[in-house]
């Protein structure tokens, strides 16, 4: 089957592909936000779980879909080889840390907001606090995508659509715990299910954004692979890990963690 799937897009515009392969990732989003309509509580316990493992995956796929191809595919030797993986990933980092304090957002189990103050309600801002996990991410299998289009020979489309499938993976919990809180602060499901799914809908626009940028400069794929490491990092220390310490649950969130890595280094070496 995924032979299938590969085939298929390799049969169509790469950019068409990335707008298809981060579509998949925000459908997997909402599938986990659709859980509002059947429950009303999750387990703080299985939460802290499935943002680990969401950690982990994406630690895991910074380095085997990222960093790895950056740096094969510099050029030079040495330092001089590893400059653009370097340079990229501290400008992915800065990236987000910039978002971070002049977006408005709200972590989920942190009562003072970040970012500009804002009069806007608590549940937009949890919204938010959660889109800035997916800029990263659409950005990562776009620009993955636009290196097929370019021709990079680093670059292919079984990594790109592994990258796709495991973090299409971790969006599902993503999604559960945007609206989860939402439903028991007591917002309607549809409502809760509505707010939730759109946390991941500037994935494909990022991932679309992405594939274009490195299809017209394409010195730039290096970079930009390393820019979105840097920025997955980064959400994963700054907010993901931080969230699932606040309760007493840290070895079943430092267990998802090394599940989710586990996962996603399976899925690159075996499939991409």
Same mark, same amino acid.
């Given at each position: 089957?995924?032979?299938?799937?590969? +085939?298929?897009?390799? &049969?169509?515009?790469?950019?068409?592909?990335?707008?298809? !392969?981060?579509?998949?990732?925000?459908?997997?989003?909402?599938?986990?936000?659709?859980?509002?309509?059947? =429950?009303?509580?999750? +387990?703080?316990?299985?939460? @802290?779980?499935?943002?680990?493992?969401?950690?982990?995956?994406?630690?895991?796929? &910074?380095?085997?879909?990222?960093?790895?191809? !950056?740096? /094969?595919?510099?050029? %030079? /030797?040495?330092?001089?080889?590893?400059?653009?993986?370097?340079? %990229?990933?501290?400008?992915? !980092?800065?990236?987000?840390?910039?978002?971070?304090?002049?977006?408005?957002?709200?972590?989920? +189990?942190?009562?003072? $907001? /970040?970012?500009?103050?804002?009069?806007?309600?608590?549940?937009?801002?949890?919204?938010?606090?959660?889109?800035?996990? +997916?800029?990263?991410?659409?950005?990562?299998?776009?620009?993955?995508?636009?290196?097929?289009?370019?021709?990079?020979?680093?670059?292919?489309?079984?990594?790109?659509?592994?990258?796709?499938?495991?973090?299409?993976?971790?969006?599902?919990?993503?999604?559960?715990?945007?609206?989860?809180?939402?439903?028991?602060?007591?917002?309607?499901?549809?409502?809760?299910?509505?707010?939730?799914?759109?946390?991941?809908?500037?994935?494909?626009?990022? %991932?679309?954004?992405?594939?274009?940028?490195?299809? =017209?400069?394409?010195?730039?794929?290096?970079?930009?692979?390393?820019?979105?490491?840097?920025? #997955?990092?980064?959400?994963?220390?700054?907010?993901?890990?931080?969230? $699932?310490?606040? @309760?007493?649950?840290?070895?079943?969130? $430092?267990?998802? =963690?090394?599940?989710?890595?586990?996962?996603? #280094? $399976?899925? @690159?070496?075996?499939?991409?």
């Amino acid at each position: 089957m995924f032979e299938s799937v590969i +085939n298929y897009f390799e &049969s169509i515009d790469p950019i068409l592909a990335a707008f298809y !392969a981060t579509m998949f990732t925000w459908f997997l989003t909402a599938l986990g936000a659709s859980f509002v309509f059947f =429950f009303k509580n999750m +387990n703080r316990v299985v939460l @802290d779980g499935m943002l680990g493992f969401t950690g982990g995956v994406m630690v895991a796929a &910074s380095f085997w879909s990222l960093l790895a191809p !950056a740096i /094969e595919m510099s050029e %030079g /030797e040495g330092f001089v080889k590893v400059i653009p993986a370097a340079v %990229g990933f501290l400008l992915g !980092a800065i990236f987000i840390f910039g978002l971070d304090k002049i977006l408005p957002h709200l972590h989920i +189990n942190f009562k003072e $907001t /970040e970012g500009i103050k804002s009069p806007w309600q608590r549940t937009t801002l949890l919204v938010l606090a959660i889109t800035l996990h +997916n800029i990263p991410e659409g950005l990562a299998v776009g620009v993955l995508f636009g290196g097929v289009a370019a021709g990079i020979p680093e670059a292919s489309i079984a990594g790109a659509v592994t990258l796709a499938i495991g973090i299409g993976i971790q969006n599902f919990p993503e999604g559960i715990a945007v609206s989860m809180p939402l439903r028991r602060m007591g917002m309607s499901r549809w409502k809760s299910f509505m707010y939730g799914q759109s946390s991941a809908i500037v994935e494909p626009i990022a %991932g679309v954004l992405g594939a274009v940028a490195v299809t =017209f400069f394409t010195p730039l794929l290096p970079y930009a692979l390393a820019f979105a490491a840097g920025a #997955m990092i980064f959400v994963v220390v700054e907010e993901v890990i931080p969230e $699932t310490q606040q @309760d007493k649950n840290t070895d079943i969130a $430092t267990l998802g =963690f090394i599940g989710g890595f586990i996962v996603m #280094m $399976t899925l @690159d070496v075996a499939l991409g």
